[in-house]
């Protein structure tokens, strides 16, 4: 069992910048991949960025160059680094942690609480 953590949420305007962290307890595999996902009110929840435990980064299209994800190791917080916020960024984020292929009988995953973003224009 994965206990996620999320924290660092709140409201900015425009232009400005947040920081998100994910502090993982329980099981930590040293292989593993975490992430950022969001859904905004009435559409589907989207990816933000992931991050493996080797420091592979991937971002979703609408966040490159504004976004920044990071960990320093398998077991270590997931910092999400938000800069040149818009509006249209507003949702709840939510940090996801993966073990095992995805499809495999040996793939797991978890998902945090939630933690709000709002992007005032």
């Known amino acids: 069992q994965v206990q996620l953590v999320e924290s660092g949420g709140g409201l900015v305007q425009a232009g400005g910048s947040l920081g998100l962290s994910c502090v993982a307890s329980?099981?930590?595999?040293?292989?593993?991949?975490m992430g950022w996902y969001r859904q905004a009110p009435g559409k589907q929840r989207e990816l933000v960025a992931t991050?493996?435990?080797?420091?592979?980064?991937n971002y979703a299209d609408s966040v490159k160059g504004r976004f920044t994800i990071s960990r320093d190791n398998a077991k270590r917080p997931v910092y999400l680094q938000m800069n040149s916020l818009k509006p249209e960024d507003t949702a709840v984020y939510y940090c996801?942690?993966?073990?095992?292929?995805?499809?495999?009988?040996?793939?797991?995953?978890?998902w945090g609480q939630g933690t709000q973003v709002t992007v005032s224009s």
């Open positions: 996801k942690y993966e073990r095992g292929t995805y499809g495999s009988r040996s793939y797991v995953f978890y």
């Open positions: 329980g099981y930590i595999s040293s292989i593993n991949s």
């Open positions: 991050i493996t435990s080797g420091g592979v980064a």
